[in-house]
């Protein structure tokens, strides 16, 4: 296996829009260690560079500035045939004139050992219990999506990689089917533990595959953790509302006498050494508001009932403020009704509204 060292790496690229030409920085010194063996996602909205940044680590841009290393070798240092890259794409990049088992042992049949592709297959079958043998005779136009990234998976797999790249592998497969491959790619990455970059907008699918995960914003990296670490410590306003859903509630409010004061809520202790009167944002997370009979009266607006969690996502308005409430299933609200509510002070951030980053 091996341990893949980003460093301060960046990448622009000059675009033409109209009459205008500009030069985008789509990776802007990002430094990243993904540890031998482990996963890491990278996850951020559409156009934050991400799969740049999956591409300069798979040796196919060259950073402008920075390195990629390889147990600390230079990408550009280690030959091409002795990087052990698997990588997965969007659409599975399958040769279209090829039936599945040329695509899956093309790599070995290289290094003339096809003879271990078909151990390699049924050892990746019995894993994911999707029954792999029976799709090697198909063309990618006779496999469905989902089929097509199977072989896509098993391909990069068969060859022993020393690192393994998705680039939103399933991003064009339906819920039920995303679902199904994410169940099974897990068990494989946990058969093999290869050290793994996932490239995703989806967050469920990051959490339940990654160790730790690196969330980008306009090619930065703005923090890098496990899920519930950046779900319960964000550092700033951008991870605090890309990550959990439903969205973090915010409060406008402001600091007085150390503590922080609303429209509708306040009184919570403040760090001392905010300046009276300093605007500052709170956020709390739906758990962390319930009902209690001497909360802020809010009407409901509306109910979401989460039957596999046992809950109910309740949406409240009070004073031109609006928040999400995660309440038992059972708690008897409906639109209309008039309920008092409470934050969890245990569940309270604070933000600074200017510049985003988190001061409590």
């Known amino acids: 296996m091996t341990t893949v060292s980003v460093m301060h790496v960046s990448k622009s690229f000059d675009q033409t829009v ?9 990776v802007d010194d990002v430094t990243l260690t993904i540890a031998s ?9 559409s156009g934050c560079g991400k799969s740049t940044l999956l591409r300069l680590i798979a040796g196919l841009l060259v950073p402008d500035r920075g390195e990629v290393l390889y147990d600390n070798v230079n990408i550009r240092d280690v030959p091409l045939m002795d990087r052990g890259i698997g990588m997965v794409f969007q659409d599975g990049a399958l040769m279209p004139h090829w039936e599945a088992r040329r695509t899956v042992g093309f790599f070995m049949w290289l290094r003339h050992r096809e003879a271990e592709v078909p151990e390699r297959v049924a050892r990746i079958s019995q894993i ?4 792999l043998e029976k799709l090697l005779d198909r063309r990618p136009s006779q ?21 393994f790249l998705f680039d ?4 064009n497969l339906d819920a039920k089917l995303r679902g199904q491959a994410r169940v099974e790619l897990k068990r494989l990455l946990n058969e093999f533990p290869v050290t793994s970059v996932y490239v995703t907008h989806d967050q469920f699918e990051a959490s339940a595959l990654a160790h730790r995960i690196a969330v980008m914003r306009a090619g930065k990296v703005e923090q890098v953790g496990a899920y519930h670490h950046l779900y319960e410590n964000p550092v700033n306003l951008f991870v605090a509302t890309f990550i959990g859903t439903p969205t973090i509630n915010l409060f406008a409010g402001h600091a007085g006498e150390h503590q922080w004061q609303g429209v509708n809520f306040g009184g919570y202790p403040i760090r001392s050494d905010i300046d009276e009167g300093a605007s500052v944002t709170l956020g709390v997370r739906a758990e962390y508001c319930e009902l209690a009979d001497d909360g802020v009266e809010a009407r409901v607006g509306q109910v979401t009932p989460l039957f596999s969690e046992r809950a109910q996502l309740v949406e409240v308005e009070a004073r031109g403020e609006s928040w999400t409430m995660q309440l038992p299933l059972e708690a008897a609200v409906g639109v209309g009704d008039l309920v008092r509510c409470r934050l ?17």
């Open 128 to 131: 994911t219990g999707i029954g």
């Open 143 to 163: 496999l469905s999506g989902g089929e097509r990234q199977r072989v896509a998976v098993a391909r990069a797999l068969v060859r022993d990689p020393k690192i």
């Open 344 to 360: 969890k002070p245990e569940g309270l951030l604070y933000f600074d509204p200017k510049t985003g980053r988190r001061i409590g």
């Open 18 to 26: 109209g009459l205008t030409a500009h030069t985008v920085l789509a």
């Open 37 to 45: 063996g482990s996963v890491l996602a990278i996850l951020g909205p």
């Open 168 to 171: 939103e592998p399933f991003s």
